[in-house]
T-cell receptor, first 115, second 115 residues
Framework: DAGVTQSPTHLIKTRGQQVTLRCSPK?????VSWYQQALGQGPQFIFQ???????QRGNFPDRFSGHQFPNYSSELNVNALLLGDSALYLC??????????????FGSGTQLSVL | AQKITQTQPGMFVQEKEAVTLDCTYD???????LFWYKQPSSGEMIFLIY??????QNATEGRYSLNFQKARKSANLVISASQLGDSAMYFC????????????FGKGTMLLVSP
């Protein structure tokens, strides 16, 4: 059973460029969340997708956008890259059931470097 | 707003000894869940243990146990019989159980296990 897979593993971009990161959730999961982890920090919630809609959003600017496809996979897009966007981007999947201790499964992340 | 505080940037322990990683939290939500994740150098966040705010007993998962003191708002992770493979970053996180599965993380503690 494949877990959460993310691509690419590493990416180097320059300021002002745009980037797309991809995530395939764990089999059976319908919810995808994205987190940004700066060096030396804990992950910070960017947004969550469920039923192809953005269901919840953290404190990130509109330059960060996403999409969820019918097969539950997801993309994270960042426009007009800034040096401060350099971070590890983690995708997490889960099965939506608010009544349970819904456990998130994380991928290994995409390391984005902005030069 | 929820907040997680991990005051130990780094901890050292010898193999086979027990170690406690500290976590305090702050929330106004009456129903919440507390998680511990392990992040090795590969980047993936690995779920270790979960404690619900209404659980009467402390959670245990193999060598991991969670020392939950609700009145003190603390949720310390205890690793018994440390192994070399336990060397990693450890993150405490929480979520509001009345909402969606979004997590608030602490800054983490680096654990180094020596032979």
């Amino acid at each position: 059973d494949a877990g959460v897979t993310q691509s690419p593993t590493h990416l180097i971009k320059t300021r002002g460029q745009q980037v797309t990161l991809r995530c395939s959730p764990k089999s059976g999961h319908d919810t995808v969340s994205w987190y940004q982890q700066a060096l030396g920090q804990g992950p910070q919630f960017i947004f969550q997708y469920y039923e192809e809609e953005e269901r919840q959003r953290g404190n990130f600017p509109d330059r960060f956008s996403g999409h969820q496809f019918p097969n539950y996979s997801s993309e994270l897009n960042v426009n007009a890259l800034l040096l401060g966007d350099s971070a590890l981007y983690l995708c997490a999947s889960s099965f939506t059931d608010p009544a349970t201790n819904e456990k998130l499964f994380f991928g290994s992340g995409t390391q984005l470097s902005v030069l | 707003a929820q907040k997680i505080t991990q005051t130990q940037p780094g901890m050292f322990v010898q193999e086979k000894e027990a170690v406690t990683l500290d976590c305090t939290y702050d929330t106004s939500d009456p129903s919440y869940g507390l998680f511990w994740y392990k992040q090795p150098s590969s980047g993936e966040m690995i779920f270790l243990i979960y404690q619900g705010s209404y659980d009467q007993q402390n959670a245990t998962e193999g060598r991991y146990s969670l020392n939950f003191q609700k009145a003190r708002k603390s949720a310390n992770l205890v690793i018994s019989a440390s192994q070399l493979g336990d060397s990693a970053m450890y993150f405490c996180a929480m979520r509001d159980l009345s909402g969606y599965s979004t997590l608030t993380f602490g800054k983490g503690t680096m654990l180094l296990v020596s032979p």
